[in-house]
């Protein structure tokens, strides 16, 4: 089934696109042209996420953070989001960190994605 694209997505995923950094729902809330309703938000953004278009994060102060998809081959459904990302304590920022990273399992177990978290201060922060 196709999916009707309203103004309150392309404009989500514009937000999205632009940021440097990974975002909450209050933070895009906060974005946005106009106001659209916490759970239209939340909606969009896991069927985007879904899609293969941004990537959840789960922060460790329970917030869920989204990012847009950078290196992610959409149409073969790859994603490579096997990295950490970094929470500045102060700031509140989330950002992904570009360096791939290889986490070695226990014998019989195999990995499809990770995904980690790092708190501490940024570079404008520290």
Known sequence: ????????QEEILMILK????????????????KKVDRATIYRVLNRFS????VHKIIGDDGKQ???????????KKEH????????????GNVECLKSEINVSLPKGYTS?????L????CNDCS
């Open 118 to 121: 790092i708190s501490g201060y």
């Open 1 to 8: 089934m196709k999916r009707r694209k309203t103004p309150s």
């Open 50 to 53: 879904d899609d293969g278009l």
């Open 65 to 75: 953070y989204f990012a847009f998809c950078l290196n992610c081959d959409k149409q």
């Open 80 to 91: 490579t989001h096997n990295h950490f990302h970094f929470r500045c304590l102060t700031c």
């Open 112 to 116: 499809e994605v990770f995904n980690g």
């Open 18 to 33: 632009d940021s440097d950094s990974a975002l909450n729902h209050e933070m895009l809330q906060s974005k946005l042209s």
